[in-house]
């Protein structure tokens, strides 16, 4: 079984709307941590945000904002009033306790903003 | 942020020759660092973790003959693609995790891109 889903191969949004990119996954680790990244075309991986097992609050950075449903072991990541420069591919990624410091990675969200 | 360098950025060579690629953490120390591959349009796949001063730990179905992985220091480690093919063209990637106690955040290099014709 797939630890991380994302069941989004490719999303449109227009400008300055809001988005939001599916990620659930699948532990059984009671810690472990998060991740979303944005890759664009030039293949650097950008760190976008964090959401930690234990944290009471949904993380939030600027514009992206993570929706965490521990119950139902989803983590969403919402973008707000989406830019052209938002156009990438993004992947969700955990890192479980059990397993030291290595990530599992999604198969990632192509988004692309339309003007 | 932590700054994490990969060098070269590309290369092409010809089958059978071997490619080292550098991967450096410049303002931090890093005792893991990573090594991924990525094939066009997919996503990220962990080759190897490699643990300064130690052998490096191969995920299953990589050969770590053909992938050998150094971490000489605290700032670096190097995968070598020895004996390249076609077949091992991709996008490899690096990445670091700070040596400070419960820091969970893994820091990406940008990235080489190996061509083997």
């Known amino acids: 079984a797939q630890k991380i889903t994302q069941t989004q191969p490719g999303m449109f949004v227009q400008e300055k709307e809001a988005v939001t990119l599916d990620c659930t996954y699948d532990?059984?680790?009671?810690?472990?941590?998060l991740f979303w990244y944005k890759q664009p075309s030039s293949g650097e991986m950008i760190f976008l945000i964090y959401?930690?097992?234990?944290?009471?609050q949904n993380a939030t950075e600027g514009r992206y904002s993570l929706n965490f449903q521990k119950a139902r072991k989803s983590a969403n990541l919402v973008i707000s009033a989406s830019q052209l420069g938002d156009s990438a591919m993004y992947f969700c990624?955990?890192?479980?306790?059990?397993?030291?410091?290595?990530?599992?990675f999604g198969k990632g969200t192509r988004l692309l903003v339309k003007p | 942020g932590a700054v994490v360098s990969q060098h070269p950025s590309w290369v092409i060579c010809k089958s059978g020759t071997s490619v080292k690629i550098e991967c450096r953490s410049l303002?931090?120390?890093?005792?893991?660092m990573f090594w991924y591959r990525q094939f066009p349009k997919q996503s990220l796949m962990l080759m190897a973790t490699?643990?300064?001063?130690?052998?490096?730990?191969?995920e299953q179905g990589v050969e770590k003959d053909k992938f050998l992985i150094n971490h000489a220091s605290l700032t670096l480690s190097t995968l070598t693609v020895t004996s390249a093919h076609p077949e091992d063209s991709s996008f490899y990637i690096c990445?670091?995790?700070?040596?400070?106690?419960?820091?969970?955040?893994?820091?990406f290099g940008p990235g080489t891109r190996l061509t083997v014709l």
């Open positions: 990445s670091a995790t700070p040596w400070v106690a419960g820091h969970n955040e893994q820091f």
């Open positions: 532990t059984s680790d009671p810690s472990y941590g």
């Open positions: 959401q930690g097992s234990y944290d009471q």
């Open positions: 990624a955990m890192r479980e306790e059990g397993q030291g410091f290595s990530f599992i």
């Open positions: 303002d931090f120390q890093a005792t893991t």
């Open positions: 490699s643990n300064e001063g130690s052998k490096a730990t191969y």
